[in-house]
């Protein structure tokens, strides 16, 4: 069982950065592959990126690939989400996902998740 807190979030001006962090309970996180989804109003939720339990691995959706970095501590059970050259576009809550040992972009393939972080990003 992992429980997932999300914080970071809020508002920014376009061009700016953020950084969301995920924290999880359990002792088995580094068993644990990660992943960041985002739902905007109106909107189906979509994918940002992933982590491998190791960190060694990542993958991005090409909508954030160079402006957003995906990273974890396993000492600190914790995944971050680091958002630079923020945009409109970029507004949603963001989740924080586990599933076992591998990512996907698919969040149907996560069993766990958080409750959601506000990122507003003004124009």
């Known amino acids: 069982q992992v429980q997932l807190v999300e914080s970071g979030g809020g508002l920014v001006q376009a061009g700016g950065s953020l950084r969301l962090s995920c924290a999880a309970s359990?002792?088995?996180?580094?068993?644990?592959?990660m992943g960041w989804f985002r739902q905007a109003p109106g909107k189906e939720r979509e994918f940002v990126a992933a982590?491998?339990?190791?960190?060694?691995?990542?993958y991005y959706a090409d909508s954030v690939k160079g402006r957003f970095t995906i990273s974890r501590d396993n000492a600190k059970n914790t995944v971050y989400l680091q958002m630079n050259s923020l945009k409109p576009e970029d507004t949603a809550v963001y989740y924080c996902?586990?599933?076992?040992?591998?990512?996907?972009?698919?969040?149907?393939?996560?069993?766990?998740w958080g409750q959601g972080t506000q990122v507003t990003v003004s124009s």
């Open positions: 359990g002792r088995t996180f580094s068993s644990y592959a």
């Open positions: 996902a586990a599933r076992k040992y591998v990512y996907s972009d698919t969040g149907g393939e996560y069993g766990y």
């Open positions: 982590i491998n339990w190791s960190g060694k691995s990542t």
